[in-house]
């Protein structure tokens, strides 16, 4: 079989942290990942090869998301990574729905497993690097993921519940997939989808149904599976970014990094967190409902 040895993965709820601790860590020198340009061609490998122009010893050009920065035109033709849902889904074939299923119960077959790491570790090779990284957000899926990396490294991002979730409702993809119903599939008991189907006009309160579940099921996983995995805190690396930047690279093994330093240099990281200092009006009225819901003491019924 095909080796990776070790890929670094980033779990997280969405909207947690996950995107600017990622963007840090991958901009190490020895890391691959996913990019838009894969993306947009799920099937090709070749593409990989387009990480070699924007990043070669003559300079570095850098793509980021915009909900965290200012960008450029540009910005969208340059080579940076993404969580690549279509690429995903491509990858993994029509037998599960890696989207939205929480894929508690599946792993793949050993001929789906080789086929996956064929592809990895191509574009592992294209881009001109050593190790696989990659990030994805909401269910952990991390019994599927360990399936196919039994070595992975994990590295799951947390984020006050109430900032998390007032921030997704702020999002379009949010208000159009997770506000009225469930979004992720597979892991709710028959009385949490029958309060579920009668609740769709309390977007705070599903968001934090669905919420609660990412964190119980991530954390019953990573039991379960026993898998290498550090919790980051967003609040504490915007606290001391250096400190968690080092100590998320020595739980990975990975040396210290000359375009991560030069980025903590550049770069002036934000707390998200105080631009949402204030409550939501329409979150406060639920807010006590929430907080059952959160703590686990709320009794489900339709």
């Given at each position: 079989?095909?080796?990776?040895?070790?890929?670094?993965i980033?779990?997280?709820?969405?909207?947690?942290?996950?995107?600017?601790?990622?963007?840090i860590i991958?901009?190490?020198e020895?890391?691959?990942?996913?990019?838009?340009?894969?993306?947009k061609?799920?099937?090709?490998n070749?593409v990989?090869?387009l990480?070699?122009?924007f990043?070669n010893?003559?300079?570095?050009?850098?793509?980021?998301?915009?909900?965290?920065?200012?960008v450029?035109f540009?910005?969208k033709?340059?080579?940076?990574?993404?969580?690549?849902?279509?690429?995903?889904?491509?990858?993994t074939?029509?037998?599960?729905?890696?989207?939205?299923?929480?894929?508690?119960n599946?792993?793949?077959?050993?001929?789906?497993?080789?086929t996956?790491?064929?592809?990895?570790?191509?574009?592992?090779?294209?881009?001109?690097?050593?190790?696989?990284?990659?990030?994805i957000?909401?269910?952990s899926?991390?019994?599927?993921?360990?399936s196919?990396?039994?070595?992975?490294?994990?590295?799951?991002?947390?984020?006050?519940p109430?900032?998390t979730?007032?921030?997704?409702?702020?999002?379009?993809?949010?208000?159009d997939?997770?506000?009225?119903?469930?979004?992720?599939?597979?892991?709710?008991?028959?009385?949490?989808?029958?309060w579920?189907?009668?609740?769709?006009?309390?977007?705070?309160?599903?968001?934090?149904?669905q919420?609660?579940?990412?964190?119980?099921?991530?954390?019953a996983?990573?039991a379960?599976?026993?898998?290498?995995c550090?919790?980051?805190?967003?609040e504490?690396?915007?606290?001391?970014p250096?400190?968690?930047?080092?100590?998320?690279?020595?739980?990975?093994?990975?040396p210290?990094?000359?375009q991560?330093?030069?980025?903590?240099?550049?770069?002036k990281?934000?707390?998200?967190?105080k631009?949402?200092?204030?409550?939501d009006?329409?979150?406060?009225?639920?807010?006590?409902?929430m907080?059952?819901?959160?703590?686990?003491?709320f009794?489900?019924?339709?």
């Amino acid at each position: 079989m095909i080796t990776l040895a070790k890929p670094l993965i980033f779990i997280g709820s969405g909207r947690s942290g996950s995107t600017v601790i990622s963007e840090i860590i991958f901009r190490h020198e020895q890391l691959a990942w996913p990019s838009n340009y894969q993306e947009k061609f799920p099937s090709s490998n070749s593409v990989n090869f387009l990480r070699r122009f924007f990043e070669n010893k003559y300079w570095h050009i850098y793509g980021q998301k915009p909900q965290l920065n200012k960008v450029s035109f540009f910005n969208k033709f340059i080579f940076k990574p993404v969580e690549a849902y279509d690429f995903w889904e491509h990858i993994t074939g029509n037998r599960i729905d890696f989207s939205r299923s929480f894929l508690l119960n599946d792993t793949a077959t050993a001929e789906e497993a080789l086929t996956i790491r064929s592809f990895f570790a191509k574009m592992v090779k294209n881009q001109g690097r050593s190790r696989l990284s990659f990030k994805i957000t909401g269910p952990s899926r991390i019994g599927y993921l360990k399936s196919i990396f039994p070595d992975a490294i994990f590295i799951n991002i947390i984020r006050d519940p109430f900032y998390t979730i007032q921030s997704w409702l702020k999002v379009d993809f949010w208000q159009d997939k997770g506000a009225h119903q469930l979004w992720w599939l597979g892991a709710y008991t028959k009385e949490e989808e029958a309060w579920a189907s009668s609740h769709t006009d309390h977007p705070w309160l599903l968001a934090a149904l669905q919420y609660k579940k990412i964190q119980e099921k991530t954390n019953a996983e990573i039991a379960q599976h026993n898998v290498p995995c550090m919790t980051v805190a967003y609040e504490d690396f915007v606290e001391m970014p250096e400190k968690i930047v080092a100590d998320i690279l020595s739980f990975s093994a990975l040396p210290p990094s000359i375009q991560i330093s030069r980025y903590l240099k550049e770069n002036k990281i934000y707390n998200q967190n105080k631009k949402q200092l204030s409550m939501d009006p329409e979150m406060m009225k639920e807010k006590e409902m929430m907080d059952q819901i959160l703590s686990g003491h709320f009794a489900f019924s339709a």
